[in-house]
C-alpha cells in the first residue's frame, strides 16, 4: 500500500530553522528540507552564503486529518515566537506527496561524505575506499543526523582529528545523540567505549538501528538519561546542541570529563560564542580553538587537572 505523506511549508528566520525543526520532529515530522540548504537528513548549506534573509522549510508528516495539525503547528510557533526575533506565526501551507516521491528526492541529494579516514555514505551507495578507511553507513530518517549539517560536519572534523592523534580518546560520551552519527564515528575510528544519550526515545531507537546496522552494538550503548546521573572520567564529551542548552548544563558537561579529557562543544552561532567562553571561563576546562563553518562554530576545550 502506498505511503502518502504531508508537505507543510514556512518560511522562517535562519536563527530559529534548527529550534524550529527539533519542535516539528516533537511534533511528529519524519523530514525536513530547507529551501537548498539543509538541516543534517537533506542538503548541504554552502558555507560562504549567508544572507540573514527568511528561508522556506518543507516539514514532511504521516497523512493525518490537516486542520488538526496545522493547528498544533501554529500553537507551537507562537509559543516559540519570543525564543526567535522576526518569527511570525501563521497557518501553514499545505500540500500531498507520494512516498515513491519523497524517498527518490532523497536519494538525489544525499550525498557520500568523506572527511580524512572517515566515510559517511547511505544504504544505497558505495564509495571508492582505502585499506585505513572507516566507513559509516547512516541513511536519512525522523532523527537529524547524517553529517551533512555544518554543526555536525564540525563535530565530526574534530573527532577524526583527535582519533588521528597519538593518543586517541577511548572512553566517550555523545551528549544529545540524535541518529548517533557522533557516537558511531568515534566507535568505528576506534573508540572502544561509547555511550550517546538523548532525552528523545525515537532519536535512541533511530540511533540503536543506526549502531545495529553498522555492527557497534557491542561498542556503542544509547540511553535515555539524564546527563548529571552519568558517570565521569571520559576521554572525550561531545554536544552538537544550541548555544543556550550548552550554557545551561555547561557544568554537568565540564564533570563527566576525566583530568585531560577533551570537550567539543558545536550548535554554536557565531554571534553566540562569546556567551559560551563566558560561561565555560568559570569552569576547569582551557580553550584549545574553535573551528567555524557558515555561521556556526564548533568550540573545543580541555578539562585542567585539579
Known amino acids: 500500500m502506498e505511503r502518502i505523506w504531508l508537505e507543510i511549508q514556512l518560511t522562517v528566520p535562519p536563527e530559529g530553522v534548527d529550534l524550529i525543526g527539533q519542535e516539528m520532529v516533537d511534533l511528529g515530522s519524519e523530514g525536513i528540507i530547507i529551501e537548498e540548504r539543509r538541516l543534517d537528513t537533506f542538503i548541504p548549506p554552502d558555507p560562504e552564503e549567508s544572507s540573514g534573509e527568511d528561508l522556506r522549510i518543507r516539514i514532511f508528516f504521516p497523512d493525518q486529518p490537516r486542520d488538526a495539525l496545522c493547528r498544533r503547528i501554529l500553537e507551537r510557533l507562537r509559543q516559540l515566537a519570543h525564543l526567535v526575533p522576526g518569527l511570525v506565526p501563521s497557518l501553514p501551507e499545505v500540500s500531498t506527496m507520494r512516498q515513491e516521491d519523497w524517498a527518490e528526492g532523497w536519494k538525489q541529494h544525499f550525498p557520500v561524505i568523506r572527511l580524512g579516514r572517515l566515510i559517511i555514505q547511505p544504504s544505497w551507495e558505495e564509495a571508492p575506499r582505502q585499506k585505513e ?19 555536525t560536519r564540525l563535530c565530526l572534523e ?16 555523545d551528549v544529545g545523540t540524535g541518529s548517533g552519527i557522533l557516537a558511531l564515528a568515534a566507535a568505528v575510528l576506534g573508540a572502544p567505549r561509547v555511550l550517546g544519550t538523548d532525552i528523545d526515545e525515537e532519536a535512541c531507537r ?18 535515555v538519561s539524564p546527563l548529571e546521573e552519568l558517570e565521569r572520567d571520559y576521554d572525550l564529551v561531545l554536544a552538537n546542541i544550541l548555544a543556550e542548552e550548552l550554557a545551561r548544563i555547561s557544568r554537568d558537561l565540564a564533570e563527566r570529563l576525566g583530568p585531560g579529557g577533551i570537550l567539543v562543544l558545536s550548535g ?17 576546562v582551557t580553550g584549545l580553538g574553535i573551528r567555524r563553518n557558515g555561521e556556526w562554530s564548533c568550540i573545543v576545550y580541555r578539562r585542567r587537572s585539579e
Open 158 to 173: 574534530e573527532i577524526v582529528s583527535l582519533f588521528d592523534s597519538p593518543d586517541p580518546p577511548r572512553k566517550v560520551l
Open 268 to 284: 554554536v552561532l557565531k554571534e553566540k560564542e562569546s556567551l559560551i567562553e563566558e560561561v565555560f571561563s568559570l569552569l576547569p
Open 133 to 151: 578507511d572507516a566507513v559509516l553507513r547512516i541513511d536519512p530518517g525522523m532523527a537529524f543526523g547524517t553529517g551533512t549539517h555544518a554543526t
Open 206 to 223: 533511530a540511533a540503536q538501528e543506526n549502531a545495529r546496522r553498522n555492527g557497534m552494538e557491542e561498542r556503542v550503548e544509547i540511553r
